[in-house]
Protein backbone atom coordinates (compact mmCIF):
# COMPACT_ATOMS: atom_id res chain seq x y z
CA UNK A 1 0.00 0.00 0.00
CA UNK A 2 2.86 2.74 1.12
CA UNK A 3 4.42 1.72 -2.22
CA UNK A 4 1.42 2.96 -4.06
CA UNK A 5 1.25 5.98 -2.08
CA UNK A 6 4.66 6.93 -3.17
CA UNK A 7 4.14 5.77 -6.75
CA UNK A 8 0.92 8.02 -6.65
CA UNK A 9 2.39 11.17 -4.78
CA UNK A 10 5.14 11.20 -7.78
CA UNK A 11 2.67 10.96 -10.47
CA UNK A 12 0.76 14.25 -8.99
CA UNK A 13 4.18 16.02 -8.38
CA UNK A 14 5.74 15.48 -11.79
CA UNK A 15 1.70 16.92 -13.43
CA UNK A 16 2.55 19.87 -11.58
CA UNK A 17 5.99 20.56 -12.02
CA UNK A 18 6.75 23.70 -14.12
CA UNK A 19 6.81 23.55 -18.25
CA UNK A 20 10.23 23.85 -19.81
CA UNK A 21 11.25 27.50 -19.79
CA UNK A 22 10.94 29.07 -22.92
CA UNK A 23 12.72 32.46 -23.83
CA UNK A 24 11.48 35.21 -21.76
CA UNK A 25 10.62 38.53 -23.84
CA UNK A 26 11.97 42.35 -22.59
CA UNK A 27 8.38 42.50 -21.43
CA UNK A 28 8.49 39.38 -19.25
CA UNK A 29 6.27 36.74 -21.13
CA UNK A 30 6.81 33.28 -23.06
CA UNK A 31 8.65 33.70 -26.07
CA UNK A 32 10.61 36.20 -28.28
CA UNK A 33 8.83 39.90 -28.75
CA UNK A 34 10.01 40.90 -31.93
CA UNK A 35 9.63 43.89 -33.88
CA UNK A 36 9.32 44.08 -38.09
CA UNK A 37 9.84 47.59 -40.03
CA UNK A 38 7.29 46.59 -42.78
CA UNK A 39 4.63 43.96 -43.34
CA UNK A 40 7.65 42.47 -45.78
CA UNK A 41 10.17 41.99 -43.23
CA UNK A 42 7.32 40.90 -41.05
CA UNK A 43 5.92 38.50 -43.30
CA UNK A 44 9.56 36.74 -43.40
CA UNK A 45 10.25 36.92 -39.76
CA UNK A 46 6.82 35.09 -39.27
CA UNK A 47 7.57 32.13 -41.61
CA UNK A 48 10.53 31.30 -39.49
CA UNK A 49 9.14 32.44 -36.01
CA UNK A 50 5.74 30.81 -36.14
CA UNK A 51 4.25 30.44 -33.12
CA UNK A 52 7.53 30.88 -31.10
CA UNK A 53 7.59 34.69 -31.53
CA UNK A 54 5.55 37.43 -30.67
CA UNK A 55 5.58 39.75 -33.94
CA UNK A 56 4.89 43.37 -34.11
CA UNK A 57 4.80 45.71 -37.43
CA UNK A 58 5.71 49.53 -37.40
CA UNK A 59 4.28 50.10 -40.65
CA UNK A 60 0.79 49.52 -41.53
CA UNK A 61 -0.27 47.75 -44.74
CA UNK A 62 0.06 50.30 -47.62
CA UNK A 63 2.29 52.33 -45.72
CA UNK A 64 5.72 54.02 -47.79
CA UNK A 65 8.60 53.08 -45.78
CA UNK A 66 10.30 55.93 -46.96
CA UNK A 67 7.79 58.77 -45.57
CA UNK A 68 6.88 56.79 -42.37
CA UNK A 69 6.67 58.69 -39.45
CA UNK A 70 6.24 56.84 -36.05
CA UNK A 71 4.35 57.35 -33.19
CA UNK A 72 4.78 57.40 -29.14
CA UNK A 73 3.52 54.38 -29.40
CA UNK A 74 6.24 52.68 -31.98
CA UNK A 75 8.99 53.99 -29.55
CA UNK A 76 7.12 52.14 -26.71
CA UNK A 77 7.03 49.04 -29.19
CA UNK A 78 10.87 49.05 -30.16
CA UNK A 79 11.74 49.74 -26.88
CA UNK A 80 10.11 46.45 -25.13
CA UNK A 81 11.39 44.39 -28.41
CA UNK A 82 13.75 41.66 -27.57
CA UNK A 83 14.51 42.02 -31.44
CA UNK A 84 14.15 44.24 -34.11
CA UNK A 85 14.49 43.37 -37.66
CA UNK A 86 14.29 46.24 -40.37
CA UNK A 87 15.42 45.90 -43.91
CA UNK A 88 18.09 48.37 -43.96
CA UNK A 89 19.98 50.23 -46.31
CA UNK A 90 18.32 53.56 -46.02
CA UNK A 91 14.81 52.30 -46.87
CA UNK A 92 13.73 52.97 -42.90
CA UNK A 93 14.90 57.09 -43.06
CA UNK A 94 12.96 57.21 -39.63
CA UNK A 95 14.48 54.29 -37.81
CA UNK A 96 17.64 56.43 -36.53
CA UNK A 97 15.79 58.69 -34.84
CA UNK A 98 13.08 55.93 -33.54
CA UNK A 99 15.92 53.55 -32.14
CA UNK A 100 17.76 56.31 -30.47
CA UNK A 101 14.64 57.44 -28.97
CA UNK A 102 13.75 53.71 -27.45
CA UNK A 103 17.74 52.93 -26.65
CA UNK A 104 17.42 49.86 -28.61
CA UNK A 105 20.14 50.17 -30.74
CA UNK A 106 22.00 46.82 -29.83
CA UNK A 107 18.66 44.70 -30.60
CA UNK A 108 18.56 46.07 -34.47
CA UNK A 109 19.31 43.37 -36.95
CA UNK A 110 19.65 45.01 -40.75
CA UNK A 111 18.59 42.40 -43.61
CA UNK A 112 21.10 44.10 -45.65
CA UNK A 113 23.77 42.28 -43.92
CA UNK A 114 25.58 40.16 -46.93
CA UNK A 115 24.40 41.56 -49.48
CA UNK A 116 25.83 43.51 -52.22
CA UNK A 117 23.69 46.47 -52.28
CA UNK A 118 23.31 48.22 -56.15
CA UNK A 119 24.52 51.80 -56.39
CA UNK A 120 22.70 54.36 -57.62
CA UNK A 121 23.11 55.77 -61.02
CA UNK A 122 25.06 58.64 -62.08
CA UNK A 123 22.43 61.47 -61.55
CA UNK A 124 23.11 63.14 -65.11
CA UNK A 125 22.41 60.02 -66.94
CA UNK A 126 19.65 60.50 -69.10
CA UNK A 127 16.17 59.10 -67.71
CA UNK A 128 18.22 58.41 -64.94
CA UNK A 129 19.06 54.73 -66.31
CA UNK A 130 19.75 51.92 -63.81
CA UNK A 131 21.55 49.33 -65.80
CA UNK A 132 24.94 50.24 -65.00
CA UNK A 133 25.61 49.87 -61.11
CA UNK A 134 28.35 49.29 -59.05
CA UNK A 135 27.91 46.97 -55.84
CA UNK A 136 28.21 48.48 -52.24
CA UNK A 137 27.58 46.57 -48.82
CA UNK A 138 26.33 48.64 -45.97
CA UNK A 139 23.49 50.01 -44.53
CA UNK A 140 22.71 52.75 -46.53
CA UNK A 141 23.99 54.51 -49.93
CA UNK A 142 22.97 51.77 -52.10
CA UNK A 143 19.27 50.60 -53.64
CA UNK A 144 17.33 49.27 -50.42
CA UNK A 145 14.68 47.28 -52.80
CA UNK A 146 16.14 44.65 -51.56
CA UNK A 147 12.84 42.10 -51.06
CA UNK A 148 12.21 42.79 -55.10
CA UNK A 149 14.47 39.59 -55.90
CA UNK A 150 13.91 36.39 -53.90
CA UNK A 151 16.80 34.96 -53.71
CA UNK A 152 17.76 37.89 -51.34
CA UNK A 153 15.21 37.29 -49.15
CA UNK A 154 16.98 34.10 -49.01
CA UNK A 155 19.51 35.38 -47.56
CA UNK A 156 17.30 37.69 -44.84
CA UNK A 157 16.04 33.72 -44.02
CA UNK A 158 19.52 33.12 -43.05
CA UNK A 159 19.77 36.30 -40.81
CA UNK A 160 16.68 35.47 -39.19
CA UNK A 161 16.96 32.14 -38.03
CA UNK A 162 20.67 33.02 -36.83
CA UNK A 163 19.38 35.68 -35.05
CA UNK A 164 16.59 33.46 -33.59
CA UNK A 165 18.46 30.94 -32.48
CA UNK A 166 21.12 33.15 -30.96
CA UNK A 167 18.33 34.94 -28.60
CA UNK A 168 16.07 31.68 -28.45
CA UNK A 169 18.03 28.79 -28.68
CA UNK A 170 15.59 26.64 -26.48
CA UNK A 171 13.40 26.43 -29.84
CA UNK A 172 16.59 26.36 -32.89
CA UNK A 173 15.33 23.29 -34.44
CA UNK A 174 11.98 25.02 -34.87
CA UNK A 175 13.13 27.55 -36.39
CA UNK A 176 16.01 26.12 -38.68
CA UNK A 177 13.00 23.52 -39.63
CA UNK A 178 10.60 26.53 -40.74
CA UNK A 179 13.34 28.59 -42.27
CA UNK A 180 14.33 25.49 -44.51
CA UNK A 181 10.84 24.70 -45.56
CA UNK A 182 10.69 28.88 -46.69
CA UNK A 183 13.63 28.62 -48.09
CA UNK A 184 12.05 25.64 -50.32
CA UNK A 185 9.25 28.03 -51.15
CA UNK A 186 11.30 30.78 -52.12
CA UNK A 187 13.58 28.93 -54.28
CA UNK A 188 10.07 27.44 -56.00
CA UNK A 189 9.28 31.02 -56.66
CA UNK A 190 12.36 32.44 -58.23
CA UNK A 191 12.34 28.88 -60.71
CA UNK A 192 8.42 30.26 -61.38
CA UNK A 193 9.03 34.23 -62.18
CA UNK A 194 11.99 33.00 -64.87
CA UNK A 195 9.43 31.07 -66.71
CA UNK A 196 6.94 34.20 -66.23
CA UNK A 197 9.34 35.94 -67.41
CA UNK A 198 10.46 33.54 -70.67
CA UNK A 199 6.97 34.55 -72.51
CA UNK A 200 8.12 38.10 -72.37
CA UNK A 201 10.32 38.95 -76.19
CA UNK A 202 13.70 40.06 -75.31
CA UNK A 203 13.31 43.13 -77.08
CA UNK A 204 9.91 43.82 -74.62
CA UNK A 205 12.26 43.58 -71.13
CA UNK A 206 12.37 47.39 -70.85
CA UNK A 207 11.21 48.68 -67.33
CA UNK A 208 9.90 52.45 -66.56
CA UNK A 209 8.90 53.15 -62.74
CA UNK A 210 7.68 55.88 -60.38
CA UNK A 211 10.92 55.47 -58.73
CA UNK A 212 13.75 53.14 -59.02
CA UNK A 213 12.67 50.45 -57.53
CA UNK A 214 12.93 47.10 -59.44
CA UNK A 215 16.75 47.06 -59.34
CA UNK A 216 17.21 43.57 -58.03
CA UNK A 217 14.84 42.37 -59.89
CA UNK A 218 15.82 44.17 -62.81
CA UNK A 219 19.05 42.78 -62.45
CA UNK A 220 18.06 38.66 -61.82
CA UNK A 221 15.79 38.25 -64.53
CA UNK A 222 17.03 40.16 -67.65
CA UNK A 223 15.22 43.28 -67.77
CA UNK A 224 16.51 47.21 -68.79
CA UNK A 225 15.58 49.70 -66.67
CA UNK A 226 15.19 52.17 -69.01
CA UNK A 227 13.89 55.17 -66.74
CA UNK A 228 12.01 56.03 -63.73
CA UNK A 229 9.84 59.12 -63.54
CA UNK A 230 11.16 60.14 -59.92
CA UNK A 231 14.87 60.27 -59.69
CA UNK A 232 16.43 58.17 -57.32
CA UNK A 233 15.49 55.48 -55.11
CA UNK A 234 13.14 57.27 -52.71
CA UNK A 235 9.62 58.22 -53.90
CA UNK A 236 10.15 61.52 -52.04
CA UNK A 237 12.29 62.87 -54.45
CA UNK A 238 10.68 65.49 -57.08
CA UNK A 239 12.13 65.66 -60.48
CA UNK A 240 12.68 68.52 -62.59
CA UNK A 241 10.79 70.11 -66.14
CA UNK A 242 14.06 68.79 -67.62
CA UNK A 243 14.00 65.38 -66.27
CA UNK A 244 10.56 65.15 -66.61
CA UNK A 245 11.02 65.56 -70.32
CA UNK A 246 13.71 63.60 -70.92
CA UNK A 247 11.77 60.70 -69.44
CA UNK A 248 8.97 61.17 -71.83
CA UNK A 249 11.12 61.48 -74.80
CA UNK A 250 12.84 57.83 -73.67
CA UNK A 251 9.31 56.61 -73.13
CA UNK A 252 8.16 57.41 -76.99
CA UNK A 253 11.87 57.07 -78.33
CA UNK A 254 11.70 52.91 -76.94
CA UNK A 255 8.40 52.47 -77.18
CA UNK A 256 7.56 51.43 -74.23
CA UNK A 257 3.91 50.32 -73.82
CA UNK A 258 3.86 50.72 -69.60
CA UNK A 259 4.83 52.85 -66.46
CA UNK A 260 4.90 50.76 -63.38
CA UNK A 261 3.63 52.75 -60.73
CA UNK A 262 3.83 51.57 -57.25
CA UNK A 263 0.20 51.68 -55.22
CA UNK A 264 1.84 53.11 -52.12
CA UNK A 265 2.57 56.47 -53.36
CA UNK A 266 1.00 59.97 -55.10
CA UNK A 267 0.35 58.45 -58.98
CA UNK A 268 0.04 62.12 -59.98
CA UNK A 269 2.99 62.66 -61.59
CA UNK A 270 2.86 59.30 -63.38
CA UNK A 271 -0.33 60.11 -64.83
CA UNK A 272 0.10 63.19 -65.92
CA UNK A 273 3.83 60.99 -68.07
CA UNK A 274 1.23 58.27 -69.38
CA UNK A 275 -1.56 61.43 -70.29
CA UNK A 276 1.54 62.86 -72.59
CA UNK A 277 3.25 59.79 -74.05
CA UNK A 278 0.00 57.80 -74.45
CA UNK A 279 1.27 54.89 -72.03
CA UNK A 280 -0.66 52.70 -69.77
CA UNK A 281 -0.23 53.00 -66.28
CA UNK A 282 0.08 49.44 -64.58
CA UNK A 283 -0.11 49.66 -60.64
CA UNK A 284 1.88 47.01 -58.25
CA UNK A 285 2.85 46.68 -54.94
CA UNK A 286 5.77 48.09 -53.63
CA UNK A 287 7.03 48.69 -49.87
CA UNK A 288 3.89 47.08 -48.87
CA UNK A 289 1.53 44.21 -48.58
CA UNK A 290 -1.71 44.48 -49.16
CA UNK A 291 -4.30 43.74 -45.97
CA UNK A 292 -5.17 40.22 -44.61
CA UNK A 293 -6.74 38.71 -47.27
CA UNK A 294 -5.93 40.64 -50.20
CA UNK A 295 -4.02 39.93 -53.34
CA UNK A 296 -1.02 40.50 -51.84
CA UNK A 297 -1.15 39.53 -48.57
CA UNK A 298 2.16 37.15 -48.19
CA UNK A 299 5.48 38.15 -50.11
CA UNK A 300 4.57 34.86 -52.07
CA UNK A 301 1.92 36.36 -53.16
CA UNK A 302 2.89 39.70 -53.58
CA UNK A 303 5.86 38.89 -55.73
CA UNK A 304 3.45 36.77 -57.72
CA UNK A 305 1.16 39.44 -58.29
CA UNK A 306 3.58 42.00 -59.67
CA UNK A 307 5.43 39.32 -61.66
CA UNK A 308 2.11 38.69 -63.29
CA UNK A 309 1.35 42.42 -63.58
CA UNK A 310 5.11 43.04 -65.40
CA UNK A 311 4.29 40.04 -67.83
CA UNK A 312 0.78 40.74 -68.85
CA UNK A 313 2.09 44.46 -69.42
CA UNK A 314 5.15 43.28 -71.58
CA UNK A 315 4.50 40.24 -73.37
Known amino acids: MKYWLTLLTVILLAGCAAPAPEAES ?6 LTVVATTTIVGDVV ?3 GGEHIHLAILLPAGADPHSFDPTPQDVAKVADADIIFANGAGLEAFLDNLIESAGAAERVVYLDE ?3 LLAQADEDEVGHDGGDHEDEVGHGGGDPHLWTDPNNVLVWV ?12 A ?8 ADAYAAELMQLDAWIREQVAQIP ?4 QIITDHTLLGYFVDEYGFDQVGAIIPGYSSMAEPSAQELAQIEDAIVALGV ?20 TGVQLVFFYTGS ?16 YNTNAIVEALK
Open 26 to 31: AAGTAG
Open 46 to 48: SQV
Open 114 to 116: GIE
Open 158 to 169: HTITRKLNEFDP
Open 171 to 178: NALTYSSN
Open 202 to 205: AENR
Open 257 to 276: PAIFVGNSVNPALAERVASD
Open 289 to 304: LSEAGGEAETYLDYMR
